[in-house]
């Protein structure tokens, strides 16, 4: 009974509380509360922009010192080895320079800032030369300096080189054709044929890829250039 009467005591006070408040009385609470609401909301807003700001401050500072580290490591050299088909330094940029000293595969030498495609500015055993970025074993600092050099002076070899590697994307450039390229190898390198004969079978697809200007016919298995005929 005693339960009773408290349970019963605290609807009515309840409802004593509910019936002293008006409707003007809440909207005003609730006008109230929006309108901290909004001001929360601002201060968010605010502190996400300084966020974002902070972070591409960030981003630009670690650039700035990446920066001035690889240049601070080319101008004492970065070491690089040389890959399974020796090296040669020479006394100019480019194959007609005179032979200063062989070097053996893996041994390693110094590169420096300085690149005349496909030759970098070289030290091996205190001489001083030129070595072709084809005799170096991969290095990601090597690397892009090539890639920045041929985005500002050969788009197109930059695109051809990032998708297919430094190779083949010279002998696309140079409009060749070879058994084992991709159609897209072939498209980028000789642009679209003139007409495509389809075939489908259960051995997959086969095409034939006609060049009428060139008289060049090539023929391709599931994507793969497998015959050639010119």
């Known amino acids: 009974m ?6 019963t005591l605290i609807l009515i006070f309840s409802t004593s509380f509910l019936c002293g408040q008006t409707a003007d009385d809440l909207n005003k609470e609730l006008d109230s509360l929006t309108l901290i609401l909004e001001k929360v909301n601002l201060k968010i807003n605010e502190f996400n922009n300084q966020k974002t700001e902070i972070r591409q401050q960030i981003s630009e500072l670690n650039q700035k010192k990446n920066k001035i ?11 690089v080895t040389i890959n399974y088909m020796g090296g040669t330094l020479r006394d100019k940029p480019n194959i007609s320079g005179s032979e200063i000293i062989k070097i053996p595969t893996g041994d390693t030498i110094l590169i420096f800032n300085c690149y005349e495609k496909p030759y970098f500015k070289a030290a091996y055993k205190e001489k001083v030369g030129y070595i072709s970025h084809s005799s170096l074993n991969n290095n990601a600092k090597i690397e892009s300096i090539i890639k920045k050099e041929l985005s500002e002076t050969n788009p197109k070899l930059a695109s051809l080189t990032q998708a297919y590697g430094a190779y083949y994307a010279e002998k696309i450039i140079k409009g060749e054709y070879w058994i084992g390229m991709t159609d897209k190898m072939a498209r980028s390198s000789l642009g679209s044929p003139d007409n495509i004969n389809n075939t489908t079978g259960s051995w997959g697809v086969h095409e034939q890829w006609v060049y009428s200007k060139n008289d060049i016919y090539l023929y391709f298995e599931n994507g793969k250039l497998t015959s050639i005929q010119d």
Do not use: D, S, V
């Open 2 to 7: 005693r339960q009773f009467y408290t349970l």
């Open 69 to 79: 580290e690889l240049e601070n490591e080319f101008a004492i050299g970065i070491p």
